[in-house]
């Protein structure tokens, strides 16, 4: 994962859950919106029969702290299919495993590289990174698709010349008719994703998020106002619904005691300047007029970093030990906190995989746990009396393919080879 604002990690935690280390235990999040009541008139409760409720939940309520040990975690996904399969159809199985649109505003995610003739997805290389050893190995297996976990294009470019050695493996895999996905922090917030599988290395313990993840959903505003007559508030509603837009604004009507009637509309974000525009050349909502942009309800489970309350509390050194094999690493660097050592207890570990200081700033945990951080982020973390642990960027994630190697291909037919990159390296080594 790339380096992320601090400021996106401004809700508090939401999610919390069991995890163990391969199995995840959540429940579903139900949302509840608080209900309108009308008093309308008969004859202007029928005029407005075509409409509904404001309904856009504005405080979600959290799930229960710890999900029932009897419910097993699984992807949801299609029947597994039986013949040949194109790009489009994978693309669709990749999608469901990991929705992209919990990928971070600022990434580039998704379909990068795009054969212009169409042929069946044989074989599909994973790696961590798109590195010119990989794409030797991906044209030596004759590939058909090459997932790379971080973006080998990420910033925008003008031109494709061979001076440049990501413009020049795009043209490789162009001119041998490979396509290349990347799904980078959709895997990094995905429930049981990367970061759930680095803190699965600790051992059991109850898991939350610590940079809530939101539905992807248009943003929506509540406007109210209040309309002084029946005939005041058909004008405004005809006003307001003309047009093939009208269809987006939800709106409810309640009737005051002084007199008149108090309107909630719920519009989407490209529709209030109009709405407002609207609204403003009435006198009632002229005077009356408020706007709330509502918040985007939270999706459980996921979202950047983890959080792990250890159900047994180990000591610095088995910590660095059990990280040691989960990542399949002879070395790691530790940070002691102040006032710690290696037989200190950690209770709490908060990891984010890559580049995790700016989602772990601020986290009150015994251990952090993460690939790299700078300097300066290690020396306020241990001023703090937090240990850390890093990897290396790339080592903290690479794991996980061979999780998602086992996901993805019971989603394929058996005519579709899942192969995990042997060329793909953390380009840093002990030596």
């Given at each position: 994962m790339l380096c992320r604002s601090a400021a996106l990690r401004a809700l508090p935690l939401t999610c919390c859950r069991r995890c163990y280390r391969n199995t995840l235990l959540f429940p579903p999040l139900t949302c509840f919106s608080p209900p309108f009541t009308s008093s309308?008139?008969?004859?202007?409760?029928?005029s407005l029969s075509n409409t509904s409720s404001c309904r856009t939940p504005l405080s979600p309520p959290h799930p229960p702290l710890i999900s029932p040990p009897s419910i097993s975690r699984s992807f949801s996904h299609s029947p597994r299919p039986t013949g040949p399969m194109d790009l489009q159809e994978v693309l669709k199985v990749l999608e469901q495993l990991a929705p992209l649109s919990l990928a971070e505003s600022w990434d580039n995610v998704g379909l990068l590289v795009q054969p212009s003739k169409a042929r069946p997805i044989r074989t599909i290389l994973l790696t961590n990174d798109l590195t010119e050893p990989v794409m030797e190995e991906a044209e030596a297996m004759k590939c058909d698709l090459i997932v790379s976990y971080h973006p080998p294009l990420f910033r925008p470019i003008k031109r494709l010349v061979q001076g440049d050695w990501k413009q020049r493996l795009a043209v490789r895999a162009v001119e041998a008719g490979m396509a290349v996905f990347s799904p980078h922090t959709s895997w990094d917030s995905v429930d049981g994703g990367v970061n759930d599988w680095l803190v699965?290395?600790?051992?059991?313990?109850?898991?939350?998020?610590?940079?809530?993840?939101?539905?992807?959903?248009?943003?929506?505003?509540?406007?109210?106002?209040?309309?002084?007559?029946?005939?005041?508030?058909?004008?405004?509603?005809?006003?307001?619904?003309?047009?093939?837009?009208?269809?987006?604004?939800?709106?409810?009507?309640?009737?005051?005691?002084?007199?008149?009637?108090?309107?909630c509309l719920s519009c989407p974000d490209s529709e209030l300047p109009p709405a407002v525009q609207t609204l403003l050349r009435h006198p009632g909502p002229n005077q009356s007029l408020s706007i709330l942009q509502t918040q985007k309800p939270p999706l459980p489970g996921r979202g950047a970093g983890r959080l792990c309350v250890l159900d047994q509390p180990v000591t610095v050194a088995t910590a660095v030990q059990k990280m040691k094999v989960h990542l399949g690493l002879s070395h790691l660097r530790l940070a002691l906190g102040a006032q710690r050592h290696l037989e200190s207890m950690v209770s709490t570990a908060a990891v984010c995989a890559g580049s995790g200081a700016s989602v772990l700033d601020g986290i009150r945990a015994d251990l952090y746990i993460t690939g790299e951080m700078s300097h300066h982020e290690v020396l306020d973390a241990v001023a703090k009396g937090t240990c850390v642990i890093l990897s290396d960027h790339s080592n903290s994630e690479r794991g996980f393919l061979a999780v998602f190697k086992e996901r993805l291909a019971v989603c394929l037919p058996d005519s579709v080879n899942v192969v995990t990159s042997r060329a793909d390296r953390d380009p840093l080594e002990v030596v």
């Open positions: 309308l008139s008969p004859s202007l409760s029928s699965g290395g600790l051992g059991s313990g109850r898991v939350s998020v610590l940079s809530q993840a939101l539905a992807s959903a248009p943003q929506r505003h509540r406007l109210e106002f209040e309309a002084s007559s029946e005939e005041e508030l058909r004008a405004l509603m005809s006003e307001l619904k003309q047009g093939e837009k009208g269809a987006l604004l939800q709106h409810s009507v309640t009737s005051l005691e002084t007199g008149g009637y108090r309107v």
